[in-house]
């Protein structure tokens, strides 16, 4: 009965070491994954408020181009983006190109593409909710999101920004 009792008690003693090691795992597997996981970003919407460093929205409508060096998507949209600028009758809509990285950097980027705006915003596109690129934002004159369009852009979509952008000032 004494060897029994001995096996009895070394089975419960690795048991019990091998459920304390899983626990072990499983509470700094989770600590480690929750330190490489990346906080969801917030998407624009239709009537946020958009802020960024240096710009005045009362000055007039904004389109923001929501651009990244690297993207095809914003590559190829570039056709577009090169019509809006010179459909636009005098300033308006104003459009700006928020793009990270060097200022020089990118405003050789858009340079290449031959895209034209009125000025260049570094700033992180996290930093004003943008998780996809292209994206386009109409931005009113109170600093408030008008219309949003992520992608690139079939010809009714780009209709449709044309006669947003235009018709809103």
């Known amino acids: 009965m004494e060897k ?3 096996s009895l008690r070394r089975f419960l003693e690795v048991s019990a070491n091998l459920g304390i090691i899983i626990v072990a795992v499983i509470v700094i597997g989770n600590f480690v994954a929750s330190k490489w996981r990346t906080k969801p970003i917030e ?4 009537g946020s408020k ?5 710009v005045k929205w009362e000055d007039g409508t904004t389109l923001v181009l929501a651009l990244q060096r690297g993207c095809i998507y914003c590559d190829e949209s570039a056709p577009f983006y090169r019509r809006l600028w010179q459909q636009r009758s005098s300033s308006e809509p104003r459009i700006i190109a928020v ?9 050789k980027y858009l ?9 260049i915003v ?7 909710h943008v998780s996809a690129t292209p994206t386009l934002v109409l931005v009113d004159r109170s600093g408030r999101v008008s219309n949003v369009w992520v992608g ?9 920004v044309i006669q947003r952008a235009f018709n809103s000032h």
Request: aromatic fraction near 0%; proline fraction near 2%.
């Open 4 to 6: 029994s009792t001995k």
């Open 99 to 107: 793009v990270p990285g060097d200022k020089a950097e990118v405003s």
């Open 152 to 160: 690139k852009l079939d010809t009714n979509r780009e209709n449709e």
């Open 111 to 119: 340079g290449e593409l031959g895209v034209a705006v009125d000025g």
């Open 50 to 54: 958009v802020s960024l460093s240096g």
């Open 43 to 46: 998407t624009l919407t239709t």
């Open 122 to 128: 570094n700033a992180s596109l996290a930093d004003i």
